[in-house]
């Protein structure tokens, strides 16, 4: 338990003092407070390979193998150490919280890293060497490790509060949002990466002023957020389920196993055409650093992403998450396959680009929903939540397999004999690279995405875990339902529950803010009577507005219904007595099918659970002797 009395001066103080969530808290804490280390790690991420390549020439070091041992090794530290993070800061006590603490340690830190990852020294071989392995990994595995962990709980130690915190985490999506789809793929490469070019001093001083910029920004994330949640102390005790349990149950279960290959298949896949896009319009598709054309193929490949949320839930809705992800992959698979047939050619890559980018829409926006279907699967399976476990092996696979994949991208360059620019007079020369390279690079672009998204389909076919979970759902519920009742408490099904929350919520606002503005009308001589009276109607119409809202979506969904019903009335009325008949038989094998499944699924899962809940059982009886 880490116990921070350097913390409890008032300098360290939040300057978010009100019980709500406020615009000075979303706007400077959520929004702007975390762009700076944003940034830093989304440019990194995209050109911190290049440097090492271009700028450094370290692809012949250790006859090349150097840029493939290290990075590999040095993410297998940062799996490690992302735990231990995690493992600190929910040991964490201070006044200030357990998170924000670490947000304001990571501050210098981050700017300090991301100056040593570029101000590598003109010396010997070995110096840079060591150099590059401590200055990467005190970035990746230290500083940004403090930073990343404890922004990620920001959101969710703020308040309880569940429609404050929707809108907190909205601000940060944007943040997200703004850094690496905005900046890092348009901004940079168009205006910044030209003026650079392989010249060191350049390097240093634009990477520079990025990692000073996360100082501020980042002490701005500490002052302008509050951890509300920490605050109440809350001593309510949870049932302690040992950690091997979880793991256990998390990967012997066959609908995780099938998410976390085709996580690994698509993170290493990502990786290596993410690595490869630089070097790919750099010296396939375009001139050295032209400034132009990876800015086209970001755009037009990106396009769709903006857009794709607005047409892929529905779709999902009509077609199942899994089935529209099944399809989208073979989308996906055509239009890398696409640039693949002809990659030199600028207008056939960006209509590639722009194909396979809509058939990832599915995978960008729905993964994570069947992600949530297989943790209810393992509730209903086992009987808890495995959530953190889950996500823990989720997170090992996404920090390991970038390692991975930077180590094969590198070893393919140095295979195949890539050969950096050089600054001669004073001018970037950039030399024609070999057939050899300009396939590897083209593999590792569009060429490999072509392979794992036909890999992927068919993995995909095994993921059945929507199929039953609406059922799945009704015994968690029975079950939570039978254990409330039996500790003789009143049973409140959740959807009740949360509009209870809301109603709650919206009180405890009320009373805080009207306590807040008579604290404040008292020091500035305003008629508290009169700014309550303004403020209540201006909430009750604010209140009515939701509410005819809430409406008029009811009465449209409502519609929508009744089109679908009729117009599935009308399609059955057209049919004749014979293709009505051999519909209800279809229908009917269907039904019959699905409910064998689900009976054979539901007796080896009444089985598990009950060796789960003995294994528990056990567990307690031998902790409390």
């Not at 959101?155 to 985490?169: A, D, E, F, K, Y």
């Not at 607005?310 to 640039?339: M, Q």
């Not at 998204?453 to 609406?470: C, D, P, Q, W, Y």
Request: aromatic share 10%.
């Amino acid at each position: 338990m880490t116990k921070g009395k350097i913390l409890s001066g008032r300098i360290f103080d939040s300057r978010v003092h009100s019980g709500n969530v406020t615009g000075k808290e979303k706007w400077l804490g959520y929004l702007l407070g975390p762009c700076g280390a944003l940034l830093l790690n989304a440019v990194l991420a995209t050109y911190l390979n290049v440097y090492y390549t271009d700028v450094l020439h370290l692809t012949t070091v250790w006859g090349g193998l150097f840029l493939v041992v290290f990075p590999l090794v040095s993410k297998v530290i940062d799996a490690v150490t992302n735990v231990v993070m995690g493992y600190i800061i929910d040991r964490t006590r201070t006044k200030q919280g357990k998170a924000r603490p670490w947000l304001l340690l990571s501050a210098p830190l981050l700017f300090i890293t991301g100056l040593l990852l570029f101000t590598v020294p003109d010396a010997g071989e070995t110096v840079q060497v060591i150099w590059v392995m401590l200055s990467y990994n005190l970035f990746y595995s230290f500083a940004y490790t403090i930073f990343n962990m404890s922004h990620n709980l920001m959101v969710p130690l703020s308040t309880r509060n569940t429609m404050q915190r929707g809108g907190l985490s909205v601000f940060n999506q944007i943040a997200t949002i703004m850094m690496s789809g905005i900046l890092v793929a348009l901004v940079f490469p168009m205006v910044i990466r030209p003026l650079m070019g392989v010249d060191q001093v350049n390097w240093i001083v634009v990477m520079g002023i990025l990692s000073a910029l996360a100082l501020p920004l980042t002490l701005l994330e500490y002052y302008f957020t509050k951890e509300r949640v920490t605050e109440e102390q809350s001593g309510g005790e949870e049932r302690k389920i040992p950690f091997l349990t979880q793991l256990k149950i998390v990967l012997t279960d066959r609908y995780m196993i099938v998410m976390f290959v085709y996580f690994l298949i698509y993170t290493f896949a990502s990786s290596l055409k993410n690595l490869g896009l630089v070097y790919y319009c750099d010296n396939v598709l375009g001139t050295y650093n032209d400034g132009i054309t990876q800015t086209l193929v970001s755009v037009l490949g990106g396009i769709p992403m903006g857009i794709g949320i607005f047409a892929v839930w529905p779709l999902a809705k009509k077609l199942g998450k899994r089935n529209l992800t099944l399809l989208g992959f073979l989308l996906y698979a055509a239009g890398s396959g696409i640039c693949w047939a002809a990659p030199e050619n600028l207008v056939v890559v960006l209509i590639g680009q722009f194909i396979k980018n809509i058939g990832g829409l599915p995978c960008a926006y729905v993964f994570m929903a069947l992600f949530a279907d297989g943790l209810d699967h393992i509730e209903w399976k086992s009987g808890i939540r495995c959530d953190g476990t889950a996500m823990s092996v989720y997170n090992i696979i996404a920090v390991a397999i970038v390692g991975v994949a930077t180590s094969v991208f590198n070893a393919m360059l140095s295979a195949g004999g890539y050969v950096a620019p050089e600054i001669v007079d004073g001018v970037t020369v950039a030399y024609e690279q070999s057939a050899a390279v300009k396939g590897l690079i083209t593999f590792a672009f569009v060429g490999l995405e072509t392979i794992t998204g036909l890999i992927l389909a068919g993995l995909l076919v095994f993921l059945s875990v929507e199929k039953t979970i609406s059922r799945k759902h009704e015994v968690i519920r029975a079950r939570q339902k039978a254990a409330c009742e039996a500790r003789g408490e009143e049973w409140v099904a959740p959807e009740v529950q949360a509009v209870r929350d809301e109603e709650m919520f919206l009180a405890e606002s009320e009373e805080i803010f009207v306590r807040e503005l008579k604290e404040r009308c008292g020091k500035k001589g305003l008629d508290f009577e009169k700014e309550l009276q303004q403020h209540r109607a201006e909430v009750t119409a604010k209140r009515e507005k939701t509410l005819e809202k809430r409406r008029a979506a009811q009465e449209k969904q409502a519609e929508k219904q009744r089109a679908c019903e009729e117009k599935a009335a009308a399609r059955l009325a057209a049919m004749t007595e014979e293709q009505r008949a051999k519909k209800e038989a279809r229908d009917k094998a269907r039904a019959e099918r699905e409910e064998a499944f689900w009976q054979k699924e539901k007796a080896a899962g009444e089985m598990y659970y009950r060796k789960i809940q003995a294994q528990l059982a056990q567990h307690a009886q031998e902790k409390s002797e």
